[in-house]
């Protein structure tokens, strides 16, 4: 068996224990001890045989700062004690280093301590025993792993959130070179999900952590000029506490009153992202009011805005349109005394807890039913989303990728057409909505309307947006909507589609290849799969080396395999069992075979998708003699006879050439480029334009070249036509144009 590396989360180093090591590690377990009791006496129990197996496991392993490894596991569940976890979840915190680290296995979990503790230990194990390639890709696959046992149990990433917090709470005892890595990784990672799932407290703590070893000196700064600042405005802070209470006991409204601060993190981060000076961040300070009803907030707003001036647009209401985390408060900023801005949040006790401990209220609160069906909903559509990204993504960095996009919940709030409000990251489109509703909306959008107005699907949506999707059943997902979608989910249901439809696609062309190959052998047909020709096909699998009949083809269409070599193999299977090559076909095939085109040609009218590209160094259409390229698993290329590149690739790779040859109706138009010489003056871009568009020509893009204070300027278009014939139209029509010199296809059309 391979021996494993002690992780990021493990600083152990090994050392013969000694009486103080274990009065240590008692001590640290008795004060979780005092902590248990919201648990039954059998509960505490299998708590403590938990701690007893994770001591015995990690005897004589030692944390970097010299104390017993075993008081990280404690301290792990000393901080899920915090949410009153479970006894479960405790057992599973207390042993979550034991598979990894250890060399326990999972059978001997569950025979001591059930299945359910076992599923959360090893869905907290960062590691399989596999082989990784890139850091990334490990990081990648652990992160995977420990999302869809999160989805199945949220404790997991509790406990995750709540190891991870330790580890950086401890981090200066680790090497200096290693806190760059952990905390950018913390930063990324895992404060965002704590976010996510309304974890507040545990989500400012992370990223104050990070910022303290990511930037030590940018952070001490930082320290430093708040404590100014905090000792230079107390007296002003507590003349206004004075002053709000004074208001609320006038009007008879119950309140509890907390002065905040900003994080030091969230001040760098904003005098980074708007390029401020520390004397320019004037909202460091703030209130928060926690108040008995949700009206009584609604009141305590119209007290503080008779009280102090607001300032413009700082007015939030998380209430009526919670965050995507389920966040819900009032915020306003003032201008206190002194001209000093001033934030308040107002949110009643259920929206606190909510606020502050999120999916983990669940727990922390089990009497308030209200409270812990809103902290298990608010976490359930996040892990679900996460769920059927993992089902369609095979690959662990693209899954990485995808969540990434997924982690930063700055929301836009908009409504379907029957008034539902979704809730979107900044920066949504109209195709990642689409795909909020349903995979098969996004599938098959064509259009949309926004506020009633006709819009393309790339536009970015905004607060208060009413979007209409327009569908076709014929439509499909485009890849040019991988450039601007933002969601994780748009993502990776375009890419799965595409996927697919490439797969399929690339199917049916190594089908009909490999049926011409046949026919030039003098086969009429390719084999059915009956039973009784299942041999042959198995004969002819082992000798590509593929695994079924389906993933042959797809390998010919895509140009792995050629269809010819293919095609002589099986002819001498089919001989093996008494069928010979037909005469005649094989007489006519030779026959033709010296014409560009023969009987077996893959005829093309502009449906394909994935399998088929028209090249663009000659942009071939209608009416041109064309030649197909089988390119080395990229599907077929079509160029005209006469394009340079084509000939080129005929002289070194010829036996990749296949015929191709035009439908009588292709069913869309062909781009293709032209090149006009005009005489320079006013209005002549408009007069061209014009030109083709009475031509009936769709422009694609235009080129103006750098010389325009030229007598003679160069305009290069590529247009959008249906055929050479259509293409000819056009060009005459810009000949009679006043103004034109000379109007030409360019040979070579890129």
């Known amino acids: 068996m391979r021996a494993r590396l002690p992780t990021s989360s493990s600083p152990v180093h090994h050392q013969v224990p000694g009486p103080a090591m274990a009065n240590a590690a008692a001590a640290s377990f008795a004060a979780l001890e005092i902590r248990l009791d919201y648990l039954s006496a059998a509960e505490v129990e299998s708590v403590r045989r938990a701690y007893r197996m994770a001591d015995e496991a990690h005897l004589g392993q030692m944390r970097k700062n010299g104390e017993p490894y075993i008081t990280h596991p404690i301290a792990v569940a000393a901080l899920c004690t915090e949410w009153k976890l479970d006894a479960q979840a405790l057992m599973a915190a207390l042993l979550h280093d034991t598979l990894e680290d250890c060399g326990i296995t999972k059978p001997e979990l569950i025979e001591r301590f059930g299945v359910q503790v076992a599923e959360l230990v090893d869905g907290l194990t960062k590691l399989d025993r596999l082989e990784f390639n890139t850091r990334e890709e490990n990081q990648a696959e652990s992160f995977r792993k420990m999302l869809l046992a999160m989805a199945r149990d949220v404790r997991v990433i509790l406990i995750k959130l709540a190891d991870r917090t330790h580890n950086m709470r401890t ?97 760098y981060r904003k005098m980074d992202s708007k390029h401020l000076s520390f004397a320019q961040v004037t909202d460091i300070y703030g209130f928060r009011l926690i108040l008995p009803q949700l009206i009584d907030c609604y009141t305590a707003l119209g007290l503080l805005h008779q009280m102090y001036k607001p300032v413009p647009g700082k007015f939030k209401d998380h209430i009526a349109i919670p965050k995507v985390n389920g966040y819900q408060s009032l915020h306003t900023t003032l201008v206190g005394p002194a001209g000093v801005n001033i934030e308040f949040q107002m949110r009643t006790e259920t929206m606190h807890l909510v606020a502050e401990a999120g999916v983990a209220a669940h727990w922390l609160y089990k009497a308030h039913a209200s409270t812990s069906a809103q902290a ?52 949504a489109t109209v195709v990642d909505f689409a795909y909020a509703i349903h995979s098969s909306v996004g599938d098959h959008a064509v259009a949309a309307r926004i506020n009633g107005d006709q819009v393309p699907l790339r536009t970015e949506l905004h607060n208060g947006d009413v979007v209409e999707v327009i569908t076709a059943p014929v439509s499909s997902p485009n890849p040019a909507w991988l ?106 095939e030779r026959f033709t075979s010296h014409e560009t085109i023969s009987q077996g040609a893959i005829t093309l009218d502009g449906s394909e998708n994935a399998s088929v590209v028209y090249s663009r160094c000659c942009r071939p259409i209608p009416g041109d003699d064309i030649v197909g390229y089988l390119g080395r698993g990229e599907g077929l290329a079509v160029h005209t006879s006469e394009c340079a590149s084509a000939r080129k690739l005929q002289q070194k790779d010829s036996e990749r050439f296949i015929g191709v040859e035009w439908s009588d109706e292709p069913v869309r138009s062909f781009e293709t480029g032209i090149e006009v010489v005009v005489v320079n003056g006013k209005g002549v871009l408009a007069r061209v334009a014009s030109a083709i568009a009475t031509g009936e020509a769709d422009i694609v893009r235009v080129d103006m070249g750098q010389e325009l204070n030229q007598d003679a300027v160069d305009l290069r278009f590529i247009l959008a036509v249906h055929n050479a014939q259509h293409l000819q139209s056009v060009l005459r029509q810009l000949r009679r144009t006043p103004s034109v010199i000379r109007a030409e296809r360019l040979p070579n059309a890129g």
Not at 221 to 228: D, Q
Not at 250 to 260: H, K, P, T
Not at 408 to 424: E, G, H, R
Request: proline letters at 4%.
């Open 376 to 427: 298990e909903r608010l976490g359930a559509q996040w892990l679900q989303s996460l769920l059927d990204i993992q089902n369609e993504t095979r690959d662990a960095a693209e899954f990485w990728d995808h969540v990434k996009v997924d982690l930063f919940p700055d929301a836009v709030y908009v409504f379907t057409p029957k008034s539902q409000i979704m809730a979107l990251p900044r920066g």
């Open 483 to 588: 450039g601007f979608v933002r969601t994780g989910r748009a993502r990776s249901k375009i890419r799965h589609h595409l996927k697919t439809m490439a797969q399929s696609e690339s199917t049916q062309l190594g089908e009909k290849l490999l049926g011409q190959a046949l026919r030039a052998e003098g086969i009429k047909r390719l084999p059915g799969d009956a039973p009784e020709l299942q041999s042959l096909w198995d004969k002819l699998l082992r000798f590509t080396g593929n695994k079924s009949r389906s993933d042959l083809l797809m390998d010919i269409g895509l140009g792995k395999r050629i269809a010819s070599i293919v095609a002589k193999r099986l002819v001498a299977l089919l001989g093996d069992i008494g069928q010979k090559p037909d005469a005649l076909l094989l007489t006519r």
């Open 171 to 267: 981090l200066s005892d680790m090497p200096r070179s290693k806190w760059t890595r952990i905390s950018s990784e913390t930063l990324e990672i895992y404060a965002p999900i704590a976010h996510r799932l309304g974890l507040n407290q545990i989500y400012r703590e992370l990223q104050e952590l990070s910022f303290r070893h990511l930037m030590p000196w940018r952070h001490a700064v930082l320290s430093k000029a708040v404590s100014r600042a905090r000792s230079r405005r107390r007296d002003l802070i507590q003349k206004v506490q004075a002053e709000v209470e004074a208001a609320f006991a006038q009007a008879g409204l119950q309140v509890r009153i907390s002065g905040r601060e900003k994080t030091l993190y969230s001040i």
